[in-house]
């Protein structure tokens, strides 16, 4: 459980970090940018879906029981709708901003040690987007089959079914984002994809407690555009300090 407060904690470490150096801002206005089309988006589709969903749902149950239930299956049906639309939004979210979010990473690296990053080849920008790609695909695709058990446990049991998919839904919203702010120090070095997971399941609570908390700023308009930004640099210092942890004990 500390492990997950340090995780929290980190967010906050990374927004004091942006508020002290006004120049990394320019690279959270990108991410802020995408996060504001996928949230309008998002809406766009849940309003569209809603109607014929429920319609659906509807023409399956009884007569007496779909008129007797309507405005509570509407509410259910937007509901689920939501939700999935948010697991999806902030998986997302993450592979449009990666990029940016890997430039700032690499900024707060370079304002926190004082060293300057190592250039770039054009070669090795590349390598790096092509496998920073591949790792999002994959990851994304694990996160929909996810998202389909979610549905279809919510589907078999209707009420105890319903909450805990949404705690599954809330733990897979954690861990992609969790997965989205440290890959933007992951992709840099260019780690392969089990190194990844294998750092993500080695700091298991901080990393939740990091994406937990990213995700529950995907929630809070306005704070919701800048989370990926602050999310990163929020992993970006703990990847730091994780890392020089096992040189200070020895």
Not at 8 to 34: C, M, N, T, Y
Not at 111 to 136: D, E
Not at 195 to 205: A, I, M, N, P, S
């Amino acid at each position: 459980m500390i492990e997950v407060l340090r995780g929290a904690r980190d967010v906050g470490r990374g927004g004091k970090l942006l508020l002290a150096h006004p120049r990394l801002w320019i690279w959270v206005i990108a991410p802020a940018v995408i996060t504001l089309l996928l949230v309008a988006a998002i809406i766009w589709g849940v309003v569209r879906l809603s109607d014929p969903a429920v319609a659906w749902v509807a023409a399956r149950l009884p007569d007496f029981l779909a008129g007797w239930v309507s405005g509570l299956l509407r509410v259910v049906v937007i509901g689920g709708l939501a939700l999935a639309g948010f697991v999806v939004f902030v998986s997302l979210a993450g592979v449009l901003a990666g990029p940016f979010c890997e430039i700032l990473s690499e900024r707060v690296e370079e304002q926190v040690t004082g060293r300057a990053a190592p250039g770039t080849s054009i070669a090795g920008f590349v390598r790096g987007l092509v496998t920073g790609l591949v790792h999002a695909v994959r990851r994304l695709l694990v996160y929909l089959v996810g998202l389909a058990l979610v549905f279809v446990l919510a589907a078999a049991v209707p009420v105890i079914g319903a909450v805990v998919a949404a705690a599954v839904g809330a733990y897979l919203s954690a861990t992609s984002a969790a997965y989205d702010c440290f890959d933007a120090v992951f992709a840099r070095r260019l780690w392969p994809y089990r190194r990844k997971v294998e750092f993500l399941r080695v700091h298991r609570g901080r990393s939740l407690g990091l994406g937990g908390a990213t995700a529950a700023l995907l929630l809070v308009p306005g704070l919701n555009l800048l989370a990926l930004g602050v999310g990163a640099t929020g992993a970006t210092l703990a990847a730091l300090e994780l890392e020089s942890a096992p040189r200070a004990r020895g």
